[in-house]
Antibody
C-alpha cells in the first residue's frame, strides 16, 4: 500500500524556520518525482515546489523561491521541505504528493501537515 | 505566475452534464498538454481525476472526461451524481518550469 506521511508542522514565529518531512512507503520512492503543495485555511491549492527522482532537478513557486528548499533522501525514502524566513502568508496545510512515472499527474497525496506562522 | 481562471461555482441536476473550464495563457495551458484535474472534498486530500489533459486514472468513473482547446482546458462530468458534489481544481505546467493551479470550482448537485 502506497503511503505518504508528512510531519514537522507546527506553530512558528514570523521569520522563523521549519523543516517538513514526508515519509514514503509501499513503492519505489527513487522512481518518482515529487511535489509539495499547500493550502491555506478555506483557500485553494497552491503549488510550492517539485523535485526530480534523483534530486538533481528542483523548481519553486516565485512566492517561496530563495526561502524554501526541497530535498530528498532516497536511501531513507524521505522528502523534505526546508522553510526559512517564514511569513504569515505561509500558513497552510502542506501536502507531499507523488507524481506518476512518465506522466504529470499526482496519484497519491499525504494527509497534510499544518504550518501556522504567527506571533 | 498568475493562477489559472476557473468559475467559482457551477451547478447541475442529477443526470445532467456539466463542464468546468480552466483558462490560462500561451505560457501554460496553451503550450503544453500537461493539465490535470483534482477533486477535493472539504478536509480531505485532493484526488486525481484527469491527467495530461484527457487521461483518466483507473479509479475514476468514465463519466469524467477532459479536453483542451487553445488556452482553455475543460473537465466534463456526465450523468451527474450527488457524490460528485465537491471542489475541483485544474493545474498546468508553465514555460517557467513551474506549476500553477486554478482558483478552484465548487460543484453543487441540485
Amino acid at each position: 500500500e502506497v503511503r505518504l506521511v508528512e510531519s514537522g508542522g507546527g506553530l512558528v514565529q514570523p521569520g522563523g524556520s521549519l523543516r517538513l518531512s514526508c515519509a514514503a512507503s509501499g513503492f519505489t520512492f527513487s522512481s518518482h518525482w515529487m511535489h509539495w503543495v499547500r493550502q491555506a485555511p478555506a483557500k485553494g491549492l497552491v503549488w510550492v515546489s517539485r523535485i526530480s527522482d534523483d534530486g538533481s532537478n528542483t523548481n519553486y513557486a516565485d512566492s517561496v523561491k530563495g526561502r524554501f528548499t526541497i530535498s530528498r533522501d532516497n536511501a531513507k525514502n524521505s522528502l523534505y521541505l526546508h522553510m526559512n524566513s517564514l511569513r504569515a502568508e505561509d500558513t497552510a496545510v502542506y501536502y507531499c504528493a507523488r507524481i506518476i512515472v512518465g506522466a504529470t499527474g499526482v496519484d497519491y497525496w499525504g494527509q497534510g501537515t499544518l504550518v501556522t506562522v504567527s506571533s | 505566475q498568475s493562477a489559472l481562471t476557473q468559475p467559482a461555482s457551477v451547478s447541475g441536476s442529477p443526470g445532467q452534464s456539466i463542464t468546468i473550464s480552466c483558462t490560462g495563457t500561451n505560457s501554460d495551458i496553451g503550450n503544453y498538454n500537461f493539465v490535470s484535474w483534482y477533486q477535493q472534498h472539504p478536509g480531505k486530500a485532493p484526488k486525481l481525476m484527469i491527467f495530461d489533459v484527457s487521461n483518466r486514472p483507473s479509479w475514476v468513473s468514465h463519466r469524467f472526461s477532459g479536453s483542451k482547446s487553445g488556452n482553455t482546458a475543460s473537465l466534463t462530468i456526465s450523468g451527474l451524481q450527488a457524490e460528485d458534489e465537491s471542489n475541483y481544481y485544474c493545474i498546468s505546467y508553465t514555460t517557467s518550469s513551474t506549476w500553477v493551479f486554478g482558483g478552484g470550482t465548487k460543484l453543487t448537485v441540485l
